[in-house]
């Protein structure tokens, strides 16, 4: 089991930034892949970024490339989303979800994630 919780979403102005967080907690042992998606009204939920907790490259949506950066912090068993650049296009909410599998190669379909929590919201004015 594991349990996710975003936190650092909120209010922006175009070409800001913010840093999300994703705590992690259970009683797994596993080393779960960590990612990042993103939902905005009347849209498909997307694939953002993703990490591999037991190591390796990270993965970036293209979109995304050169402005969001993935990061994680054994200590505090937490993944972060630094936001730099941010467009009004970005304001959605985003979510943290975990693979407890964690394949060798990320997955980016939501359907391979099976732990989620509840998001956090974005906004980007213009």
């Known amino acids: 089991q594991v349990q996710l919780v975003e936190s650092g979403g909120g209010l922006v102005q175009a070409g800001g930034s913010l840093r999300l967080s994703c705590a992690t907690s259970?009683?797994?042992?596993?080393?779960?892949?960590i990612a990042w998606f993103r939902q905005a009204p009347g849209k498909e939920r997307e694939f953002v970024a993703a990490?591999?907790?037991?190591?390796?490259?990270?993965l970036y949506a293209d979109s995304m490339k050169g402005r969001f950066t993935i990061s994680r912090d054994d200590a505090k068993i937490a993944v972060y989303l630094q936001m730099n650049s941010l467009k009004p296009e970005d304001t959605a909410v985003y979510y943290c979800?975990?693979?407890?599998?964690?394949?060798?190669?990320?997955?980016?379909?939501?359907?391979?994630?099976?732990?989620w929590g509840q998001g956090t919201q974005v906004t980007v004015s213009s």
């Open positions: 990490i591999r907790w037991s190591g390796g490259p990270s």
């Open positions: 979800a975990a693979d407890r599998r964690a394949p060798l190669r990320i997955r980016q379909t939501q359907a391979a994630y099976e732990y």
């Open positions: 259970g009683d797994s042992f596993s080393k779960p892949n």
